[in-house]
């Protein structure tokens, strides 16, 4: 079977594993500290400032907290979105409110967005989706319009730039996730960027229970015994195993980012003439994907995941859209057209960081050979 997701884990990683355990200290530690630079000098932000968590969805909660969200707020983002960012506005008391997306990005529809904005509106949500980045300059300018907080979900685009700029150099507020199918993984983590030491200092409370215990003790893999606590927080610190092998992933990012761009492209190249499918509308530059997805017809594609399936390949569908949840269902939205079609015709293909192009090869002559005999 060949799988959606296959991280790159070889011998650098289990010997950083190994390592962390063999050293003792299991909790928040340096290696925690080593990660944050590392990812500070990729993103290349020397003015801000990168809080390291235990997971992406953590990322997205405390930043929403951080962004002053709470009960009687709204935040708009898009339905064709993950599950985690809808359950994160929920956590914090706000009201999730759904956009469209664009068609040709499947990023948010801004025009969408605008229309939803009330005097309850805090904050929007925008993710870039799999290997394309959203339209960060207008979204900027609408933020700034209506005063609103933006929360960059970069959960996809770790190490993608936007016209120059690296993706986290940015935004107000970035977050990436590093869980066990990213680009990059820390088997389970994620990271927050945000531009202020006051930020920065109120976020390494929350993310260790409220605990006002410097990092810098921590960073030593030693801990205070004596501190206060004045604001609620939550256990979203990330363990100094799962940074040890993120920081063995992030040594070999550009391997990796140069594989998936060749990867995709690859696709794109080979798949671009079958009358039935809808590839990504970019080119890959500056992006390292985390994804490649087609879109099919939507009468064809349980067809074609099973005929694929009984040949040896999986294949993902991300998303659903939000506002087919029945939690979500009653959610304020706009006209979701848009996102209702993506969500019956999207499909994600596999996509590994050190997949050859033969395995490439075998997936795209059965979505030919699925098409040419339907």
């Not at 956009?99 to 904050?123: F, G, H, M, P, Q």
């Not at 976020?203 to 606590?229: C, F, S």
């Not at 990796?256 to 080979?270: E, G, H, P, W």
């Amino acid at each position: 079977m060949i799988p959606v997701f296959k991280p790159l884990i070889e011998k650098e990683e289990i010997d950083a594993a190994v390592g962390a355990l063999e050293m003792g200290w299991l909790g928040m530690g340096k290696f925690v500290n080593e990660f944050e630079n590392k990812i500070k000098q990729i993103i290349g932000a020397d003015d801000r400032e990168v809080i390291a968590v235990g997971t992406g969805t953590a990322a997205i909660h405390l930043a929403l907290l951080i962004a002053g969200i709470g009960p009687g707020d709204e935040v708009i983002t898009p339905s064709f979105n993950n599950v985690c960012d809808f359950q994160s506005i929920l956590t914090t008391g706000a009201e999730v409110v759904f956009c469209d997306i664009d068609e040709n990005s499947l990023c948010i529809d801004l025009e969408s967005a605008e229309k939803l904005i009330t005097s309850k509106t805090k904050a929007i949500i925008a993710m870039d989706y799999d290997c394309v980045l959203c339209e960060h300059d207008k979204l900027g300018e609408l933020a700034k319009k209506y005063n609103l907080r933006v929360i960059h979900d970069a959960s996809h685009s770790f190490g993608s730039k936007y016209k120059g700029k690296m993706v986290g150099s940015f935004s107000d507020i970035t977050t990436f996730s590093f869980d066990p199918v990213k680009t990059i993984t820390c088997i389970d983590g994620g990271a927050i960027v945000v531009k202020s030491e006051e930020e920065k200092k109120i976020l390494h409370e929350m993310r260790l229970v409220g605990m006002m215990q410097p990092a810098d003790i921590m960073y030593e893999n030693k801990r205070a015994w004596t501190y206060d606590v004045q604001r609620v927080g939550y256990r979203y610190h990330m363990a100094n195993l799962h940074a040890a092998i993120g920081l063995s992933q992030l040594e070999k990012f550009d391997e990796i980012s140069r594989n998936r761009f060749n990867l995709c492209n690859y696709y794109s190249k080979k798949l671009k003439n079958i009358p039935e499918i809808i590839i990504p509308k970019t080119d890959f530059q500056g992006i390292t994907p985390f994804l490649y997805y087609i879109r099919v017809p939507a009468e064809s594609r349980d067809e074609l995941r099973n005929y694929l399936y009984s040949n040896g390949i999986d294949t993902g569908i991300h998303w659903q859209p939000g506002h087919w949840f029945s939690l979500l269902k009653n959610c304020r939205k706009s006209d979701l057209s848009i996102t209702n079609k993506i969500g019956e015709e999207i499909l994600s293909l596999p996509l590994h960081s050190d997949m050859s192009l033969e395995t490439v090869d075998i997936i795209i002559n059965a979505i030919k050979f699925f098409f040419n005999k339907r």
